[in-house]
């Protein structure tokens, strides 16, 4: 614990004994992993946790689960005791040997609040973006409970993840798709591009000062935009920009399939 960032540390010390309690022999690893871990939190930022175990989690178990993440989670900003959590549970037993797209067992994230609360759960499901998720996971992670992420998980092939990149991509093909989103679309977009062009994964935030060195001026101007609001945890105004966002958005979209093409 004493790795942890101190401003989240008795919330992750919380979540990570009810996991426990919760799971007991079927837990195999607990791993904080994003920003608390690389590059810093920020002031908007979730703590992301991949949970993993040993096989399917039954309905009941599932729902107890998400009922309990509730009372440890908070809107981002809303609360200055709770950040939001970002919680993925994956069954070993449907990720090995690996295989594309993986399934994902359950997710709780704030934007399932709602849902949540009136009993609407969402099941298992194929989720091409564990293919980044453990990318990740295997370069920077803190194992909470359990083996190291390099241990316990597979390497990703690389064909794999750029499949994931290019399944990601095609989510937002016009401007409903990231209405509300667009800080966050755009952020994505900048670390996408990254991978699709280094094989590494970075910080939302350098991932941005990197798209923006190589986008023209007015779609720079956006993408530093998004960041600045980021870092300082201030509204964007990018709702009141449609056109702009979503003129970016295209841009980046045909710059990233431009690379992943040449290199496919």
Not at 83 to 99: D, G, H, Y
Not at 115 to 126: C, F, N, T, V
Not at 186 to 203: F, K, P, Q
Request: glycine share 4%; with cysteine.
């Amino acid at each position: 614990m004493q790795h942890l960032p101190p401003e989240v540390r008795s919330q992750i010390a919380v979540v990570q004994a009810a996991l426990e309690r919760l799971l007991g022999d079927k837990l195999c690893g607990i791993h904080l992993f994003g920003s608390a871990v690389d590059g810093g939190l920020k002031p908007c930022s979730d703590i992301d946790l991949m949970v993993t175990v040993n096989s399917p989690l039954p309905e009941p178990l599932q729902q107890r689960l998400l009922q309990t993440l509730l009372a440890h989670s908070a809107w981002p900003g809303s609360d200055p005791s709770l950040r939001a959590l970002e919680v993925t549970v994956v069954a070993l037993s449907e990720i090995q040997p690996w295989r594309y797209p993986p399934r994902r067992e359950m997710q709780f994230g704030e934007w399932l609040r709602t849902d949540i609360q009136a009993g609407r759960y969402e099941p298992a499901m194929p989720d091409n973006d564990l293919a980044i998720l453990f990318t990740k996971l295997r370069r920077h992670s803190l194992a909470l409970h359990g083996p190291d992420a390099h241990v316990l998980f597979e390497a990703v092939p690389l064909a794999d993840l750029k499949q994931s990149l290019v399944d990601t991509l095609s989510q937002w093909q016009q401007p409903s798709d990231w209405e509300g989103e667009e800080r966050n679309i755009l952020l994505a977009l900048a670390r996408i591009w990254y991978t699709a062009c280094t094989g590494e994964i970075a910080a939302k935030d350098a991932a941005a000062a990197w798209a923006a060195e190589r986008l023209p001026a007015a779609h720079s101007a956006l993408m530093a935009r998004a960041a600045a609001a980021y870092l300082s945890g201030q509204p964007d105004g990018l709702a009141a920009i449609p056109e702009q966002v979503a003129h970016t958005i295209h841009f980046c979209r045909s710059e990233i399939e431009a690379v992943l093409r040449v290199r496919a």
